[in-house]
């Protein structure tokens, strides 16, 4: 079955940056694009951006340009979220997301399914 | 970028009927770009409610419904279950492929 497992609990000080991990199985990798939503404590979901994992291009929200870089390596079917300039205001859970169809183009449809989330600290 | 706008919270007793709105803009629903829903339990990630504004995946009760008309969208749920409490998330994206949440709404079974 289609499976998205992240990379365990990270905790960085202010000012620093941040590697999520996302590695994807069940499927064949490239042909499905993944995004990034991130959801602090009690707060709702916010998207981040998306990559292409065929041929890698990336969108991101303006909220985050500049300080957010996807990437993926097709080698392992992982995909990789890194945000750098860190402060305590992207303590957060952050989730990847496989687009549930493919062949419509990237950032139209669906997501499912998700992966468990990984909690980013960010404290002094 | 645009913003969908949800109400915070919406309640009902079992049994009752409710329905959360997302208003968008004419730069993403109003421009044609389908309406997601999902429903996040506590404890738990997302799961897709309702996709392309109306469609039920496979193992979603029909309790659960959505629709789309100009630059809103609305999901309905019939015969409220204590198990339906929960956050309820639209989602749609718009001209420049940018998704975009709303801000969620919080369902209560009274």
């Known amino acids: 079955q289609v499976q998205l497992v992240q990379s365990g609990t990270e905790v960085r000080k202010p000012g620093a940056s941040v590697k999520v991990s996302c590695k994807t199985s069940g499927y064949t990798f490239s042909d499905y694009t993944i995004h990034w939503v991130r959801q602090a404590s009690g707060q709702g979901l916010e998207w981040m951006g998306w990559i292409h994992t065929g041929n890698g291009n990336a969108v991101y929200s303006q909220k985050f340009q500049g300080r957010v870089t996807l990437t993926r390596d097709t080698s392992t079917s992982t995909t990789y979220m890194q945000l750098s300039s860190l402060t305590s205001e992207d303590t957060a859970i952050y989730l990847c997301a496989r687009e549930a169809v493919n062949g419509f183009g990237s950032g139209v449809v669906w997501l499912d399914p998700w992966g468990q989330g990984t909690l980013v600290t960010i404290s002094s | ?110």
């Open chain 2, 1 to 110: 970028q645009s913003v969908l706008t949800q109400p915070p919270s919406v309640s009902g007793a079992p049994g009752q009927r409710v329905t959360i709105s997302c208003t968008g803009s004419g730069a993403d629903i109003g421009a044609g770009f389908d309406v997601h829903w999902y429903q996040q339990l506590p404890g738990r990630v997302p799961k897709v409610l309702i996709y392309n504004n109306n469609n039920r995946p496979s193992g979603v009760p029909d309790r659960f419904s959505g629709s789309r008309s100009g630059t809103s969208a609305s999901l309905a749920i019939s015969g409220l279950q204590p198990e339906d409490e929960g956050d309820y998330y639209c989602h749609s994206y718009d001209a420049t492929l940018h998704g975009m949440f709303g801000g969620g709404t919080k369902l209560t079974v009274l």
